[in-house]
T-cell receptor, first 113, second 111 residues
């Protein structure tokens, strides 16, 4: 049981380049999330998808787009990367209902130069 | 506005000590308060969680204390060990919404 799988694990981009971060979960969870982690800033929500077919903005959505491809997969796209997007990105998933434990992937460390 | 405020930013204790990490929240609609533990290079993992209908929850050496009227909750680690050295995040959410995290506390337990 893999849980939440993120690819790639590391990436270096040049300013202005685009890329897509991939995330897949095998726990049959309805909800999926993208967070970014920066030193001293904690985990900040970029976008989330409460269920297949829906997406909503979080605290820091500017510069990002998302696609909930199906129930398992939720991708994050940077259309024109900027140095301010250098961060560690985490995907997470959770089931809906009373218990809302979120399971996190291992993260993608992105550097924009 | 920061909806979940966490303190201290860092904490150093000796083995066997009892580190305490505090969080305060703004939104009275929050109904789920977890603590996550993160080791370097890994994703956060759920450590323990509490709902506002109880004032305390213990799981092993980890205890959450919850004060609904003060809108505060805290994590206590009994008999802390070097293996507890990690970053700890408090978080809060209401039904159907995403977790909102505090900024984290880096704990170092010296042997």
């Amino acid at each position: 049981n893999a849980g939440v799988t993120q690819t790639p694990k590391f990436q270096v981009l040049k300013t202005g380049q685009s890329m897509t971060l991939q995330c897949a979960q095998d726990m049959n969870h309805n909800s999926m999330y993208w967070y970014r982690q920066d030193p001293g800033m904690g985990l900040r929500l970029i976008y989330y998808s409460a269920s297949e077919g829906t997406t909503d903005k979080g605290e820091v959505p500017n510069g990002y787009n998302v696609s909930r491809l199906n129930k398992r997969e939720f991708s994050l796209r940077l259309e024109s990367a900027a140095p301010s997007q250098t961060s560690v990105y985490f995907c997470a998933s959770s089931s809906q209902g009373v218990v809302t434990e979120a399971f996190f992937g291992q993260g993608t460390r992105l550097t924009v130069v | 506005q920061q909806q979940v405020k966490q303190s201290p930013q860092s904490l150093i204790v000796q083995k066997g000590g009892i580190p305490i990490i505090n969080c305060a929240y703004e939104n009275t609609a929050f109904d789920y308060f977890p603590w996550y533990q993160q080791f370097p290079g890994k994703g956060p993992a759920l450590l323990i969680a509490i709902r506002p209908d109880v004032s305390e929850k213990k799981e092993g050496r980890f205890t959450i204390s919850f004060n609904k009227s003060a809108k505060q909750f805290s994590l206590h680690i009994m008999d802390s060990q070097p293996g507890d050295s990690a970053t700890y995040f408090c978080a809060a959410s209401k039904a159907g919404t995403a977790l909102i995290f505090g900024k984290g506390t880096t704990l170092s337990v010296s042997s």
